[in-house]
């Protein structure tokens, strides 16, 4: 029984995990989080033009992620930061 319990355990966390790192999950969260992050800079800074700011607001987006989240979106610009800032910034609209 205890390792029916255990391997249920085990199953659902790998499972949890799988999901949480799947690249279209990661994608779809940190474009909703470009959005924000304009939204918020935009309510503190009306008039300002996002362009001049976005890619500097990238960078705060790794803080949103877990350490392997973070890896798993690096790993699909290829380890290109910049490649992932753009796309942040672009995500901002």
Known sequence: KQDLRYNKKVFAKNKADQERLDIENLLQRLRHWAEDAFND????????????VAYDLADAAEHEFESD?????????DGDLNDLKIYTAESMG
């Open 69 to 77: 989240e973070w890896e798993e979106l690096m790993w699909h610009f």
């Open 41 to 52: 800079y935009a309510d503190d800074n009306p008039g300002v033009d996002i362009q001049d």
